[in-house]
């Protein structure tokens, strides 16, 4: 299947401080990217879809203005988490998919956030 | 609105056979997928079903009844490595993914 790379793995930061997460397709052209946040024990919680190009779609009660998504490519979308608190704390992971909705979704390898 | 219902936790023995279930209540169906999710790593997949019956792909097998808004996903030759949270996705519209809360299943010797 296609590889889909995230950076970093893991972070560790301050509250207050700004996060920033790369996910990347790396041999496909990733149309549509997903990022969603999952809690342990729980399923991902979709938070994000967004098409190269224009503005991510959030789903609701996201805040859009905290979790700020740029997809300025068609292998690149990145997650900026403004001013993160302890709550913010989660594993995060994004999605890549090609153009037709019946294709799979390839997952990066998430990213671990954790906020003191 | 939407719905997805999968059991929390099953268990079951090494060289076995197990079936986990999911039901869903959505609005534009467009598919549905499985998941396997091992601790702390990002969910790989599995299987996809849009039309009724049954696919299998080795162990493997997914079945969708979309009358019944139903879908199984079948295990054979359980191995200790197949633990793991198997999470069940449905897709409405064109973009929307919606995911299940995951089985997870533990695999005994």
């Known amino acids: ?74 292998t690149l979308s990145t997650l900026t988490v403004t001013s993160a608190h302890p709550e913010d704390s989660s594993f995060y992971i994004c999605s890549a998919r090609g153009e037709s909705a019946q294709e799979t979704q390839y997952f990066g390898p998430g990213t671990r956030l954790l906020v003191l | 609105g939407q719905n997805i219902d999968q059991p929390t936790e099953m268990t079951a023995t090494e060289g076995a056979i197990v079936q986990i279930n999911c039901t869903y209540q959505t609005s534009g169906f467009n598919g549905l997928f499985w998941y396997q999710q091992h601790a702390g790593e990002a969910p790989t997949f599995l299987s996809y079903n849009v039309l009724d019956g049954l696919e299998e792909k080795g162990r493997f097998s997914s079945f969708l009844s979309r009358s019944k808004g139903y879908s199984y996903l079948l295990l054979k030759e359980l191995q200790m490595k197949d633990s793991a949270s198997y999470l069940c996705a449905v897709i409405e519209g064109t973009y929307k993914y919606i995911f299940g809360t995951g089985t997870r299943l533990k695999v005994l010797a």
């Open chain 1, 1 to 74: 299947g296609a590889v889909v790379s995230q950076h970093p793995s893991r972070v560790i930061c301050k509250s207050g401080t700004s996060v920033k997460i790369e996910c990347r397709s790396l041999d496909f052209q990733a149309t549509t990217m997903f990022w969603y946040r999952q809690f342990p024990k729980q399923s991902l919680m979709l938070m994000a879809t967004s098409n190269e190009g224009s503005k991510a779609t959030y789903e609701q009660g996201v805040e859009k203005d905290k979790f700020l998504i740029n997809h300025a490519s068609l």
